[in-house]
């Protein structure tokens, strides 16, 4: 069971009906990732955003390694822009929270080879009801009626998912149909985490650019 955000999101990617991460889906994940634990920081009073940049909190360090690593990447005195804490280490990013699901059971791993030459690694969500259940609920936040108050998981899920355009969440149809709701929680999620949102938007639109994304 995934207990993270940025675990949620990683599975949040993935395709159930055609059982797998689809290409669209993955470009900017990195980035994703982090955004995830970046506002787990957040909620937990672990960095300050005032002003739409970011810096470090003292205190203890979260338990979960992957977010503790990305706490420890942000700048302790002088606040910085969020880009570079979301953009310059996604390519990193995926690798942890993969092998910490992993170790939980909820996907597997498989070597393969395309076109019998390229080995690359394919993985398999164990338990697709229960992406279907964050699916759910992501877009359940947004369909129920008004942004919530907290920076729940839900919240996050629903706005990030947006603006990485995946259509594991949100189809090009939904986004249309649902623009001013998702654009009132988009704001939501802006009063909570000033800056953030934007920095993942403009990361992801620079990695697909040059056909960003990494592993599936």
């Known amino acids: 069971m995934p207990t993270t955000l940025a675990q949620k999101l990683y599975l949040l990617c993935y395709t159930v009906e055609k059982e797998k991460f689809q290409l669209d889906n ?7 990732l982090r955004a995830g634990a970046m506002t787990e920081l957040a909620r937990e009073g672990l960095l300050d955003a005032t002003g739409g ?3 470090r909190l003292p205190g203890n360090p979260p338990e979960d390694l992957f977010t503790a690593a990305v706490w420890c990447d942000l700048p302790e005195d002088k606040p910085k822009g969020w880009l570079k804490f979301l953009h310059d280490k996604a390519h990193s990013a995926e690798t942890p929270v993969r092998d910490q699901l992993l170790a939980c059971g909820d996907i597997t791993l498989t070597r393969e080879k395309k076109l019998g030459v390229i080995s ?3 993985v398999t969500v164990t338990h697709p009801h229960l ?3 964050l ?3 992501a877009r359940s936040t947004v369909l129920n009626g008004a942004p919530t108050e907290h920076l729940t998981d839900e919240l996050a899920m629903a706005v990030l998912a947006a603006e990485l355009e995946l259509t594991s969440v949100w189809s090009k149809a ?4 649902h623009k001013s709701d998702l654009k009132a929680h988009a704001a939501r999620f802006d009063t909570l985490v000033p800056g953030l949102r934007k920095a993942l938007r403009d990361s992801y639109l620079a990695s697909r650019a040059v056909g960003g994304g990494w592993s599936a």
């Open 135 to 137: 699916q759910d609920r």
């Open 26 to 32: 993955i470009q900017g994940r990195g980035q994703l």
């Open 120 to 122: 690359t690694d394919r």
């Open 131 to 133: 992406v279907h259940d």
């Open 174 to 177: 939904d986004r249309r149909a």
């Open 53 to 55: 940049k970011v810096r």
